[in-house]
């Protein structure tokens, strides 16, 4: 299956896109750069991962993205409590972003057959 076909890829990208969107007009260069950044590693490695030919390499990309999530969820609740980012569509990025990283751990534990440490 190609990258662009998976569910969790789709999410992943609109996910990063209305980050972008909210943030379009955001005069914290910093906080704007690091945000869009880990929302942009989510499905850039999940893409990578599925270009990678092991199912054990594809987990690594897939390990990844699933940490880019937690970083994603981390800046969004800073982002809210400080006035960046609207309360409201925030928590609904916050909670869209625990669904993908739930997928992704899914992902992982059917390449690597192992469990996961921890989900959101």
Do not use: H
């Amino acid at each position: 299956m190609k990258f662009e076909q998976l569910n969790v890829w789709k999410r992943s990208s609109t996910l990063a896109c209305k980050v972008y969107l909210e943030l379009k007009s955001c005069r914290d260069y910093g906080f704007k750069d690091q945000i869009t950044r880990c929302s942009l590693s989510i499905p850039s490695n999940i893409a990578e991962g599925e270009e990678r030919e092991t199912p054990k390499e594809s987990a690594r990309f897939l390990y990844y993205a699933k940490g880019s999530a937690g970083e994603l969820v981390t800046q969004l609740y800073i982002g809210i409590k400080v006035g960046i980012i609207d309360s409201k569509l925030g928590l609904e990025l916050v909670n869209e972003t625990k669904i993908i990283a739930f997928m992704l751990g899914q992902m992982i534990k059917k390449r690597t057959d192992q469990p996961l440490k921890k989900k959101f």
